[in-house]
């Protein structure tokens, strides 16, 4: 059993930044594609970003493009999502998920198998 758990979220206003942090359990997180969504209120679940097992490669949507930025520490088995020029429209829960596909580009929900449990991020006008 794999848990996943965020951390790092908070009320910022907007133009500031957070840094999110993804926990993971188990040996083998180096062996998987990390992803980062995020769930406002009355919304679906959208994809933010996801970053290559090595942590060399990323995709981020085109709502994050340039603000955020998504690493890892497989040393730690931690993800991270540093969050910079944050809008009001940035305001949801974040999670972090473990991709399945081994693919860099999975954007859908059906493609993560383990997902935390989220943190609230807020960002204020």
């Known amino acids: 059993q794999v848990q996943l758990v965020e951390s790092g979220g908070g009320l910022v206003q907007a133009g500031g930044s957070l840094r999110l942090s993804c926990a993971a359990s188990?040996?083998?997180?180096?062996?998987?594609?990390m992803g980062w969504f995020r769930q406002a209120p009355g919304k679906e679940r959208e994809f933010v970003a996801t970053?290559?097992?090595?942590?060399?490669?990323?995709y981020y949507a085109d709502s994050v493009k340039g603000r955020f930025t998504i690493s890892r520490d497989n040393a730690k088995n931690t993800v991270y999502l540093q969050m910079n020029s944050l809008k009001p429209e940035d305001t949801a829960v974040y999670y972090c998920?473990?991709?399945?596909?081994?693919?860099?580009?999975?954007?859908?929900?059906?493609?993560?198998?383990?997902w935390g449990q989220g943190t609230q991020v807020t960002v204020s006008s």
């Open positions: 188990g040996r083998t997180f180096s062996t998987y594609v």
């Open positions: 970053i290559s097992r090595s942590g060399d490669s990323t």
């Open positions: 998920a473990r991709d399945i596909t081994v693919r860099l580009y999975s954007v859908r929900l059906d493609q993560y198998d383990y």
